[in-house]
C-alpha cells in the first residue's frame, strides 16, 4: 500500500497563497500519478489538479486553472499544490491520492487507491 500525509493547510486572507504538500510512503514504485481533490461542507468530493509522476504531464479542474499550480519532487516522493489569488469558494478539506493504473481519465476519483487524511484549508473574505 501507499501511505499519504498532506501538510500545509491553514487560514488565508482572500487573495492569499497556500502550498501544500503530500508525502507519500510505502510502495511509491507503484505509483503512476497522484491527485488531488477537495471537499467542502455540503457538497460532494471534486477533482483540483493531478500530474503523472514519471512524465509530469497536468491537468485542473476548470475552477482553478490559472490559479492552481501542482508539481511532484520524485526524490522525495512529495507532490506540492500551489494555490495562489485563493478565494473563499476554494474553502475545502484537501485530500491527496494516488492511483497506479495508467488508463483511464485523471480527473475523477474512480481509479485511485489510496487517500490521505486530508488537511483544511479556510480562506477568508
Known amino acids: 500500500q501507499v501511505q499519504l500525509v498532506e501538510s500545509g493547510g491553514g487560514v488565508v486572507q482572500a487573495g492569499g497563497s497556500l502550498r501544500l504538500s503530500c508525502a507519500a510512503s510505502?510502495?511509491?514504485?507503484?505509483?503512476?500519478?497522484m491527485g488531488w481533490f477537495r471537499q467542502a461542507p455540503g457538497k460532494e468530493r471534486e477533482f483540483v489538479a493531478a500530474?503523472?509522476?514519471?512524465?509530469?504531464?497536468?491537468y485542473y479542474a476548470d475552477s482553478v486553472k490559472g490559479r492552481f499550480t501542482i508539481s511532484r519532487d520524485n526524490a522525495k516522493n512529495t507532490v506540492y499544490l500551489q494555490m495562489n489569488s485563493l478565494k473563499p469558494e476554494d474553502t475545502a478539506v484537501y485530500v491527496c491520492a494516488d492511483r497506479s493504473n495508467w488508463t483511464g481519465r485523471l480527473t475523477t476519483q474512480i481509479g485511485y487507491d489510496y487517500w490521505g487524511q486530508g488537511t483544511q484549508v479556510t480562506v477568508s473574505s
Open positions: 510505502g510502495r511509491i514504485f507503484s505509483i503512476y500519478a
Open positions: 500530474i503523472t509522476w514519471n512524465g509530469g504531464s497536468t
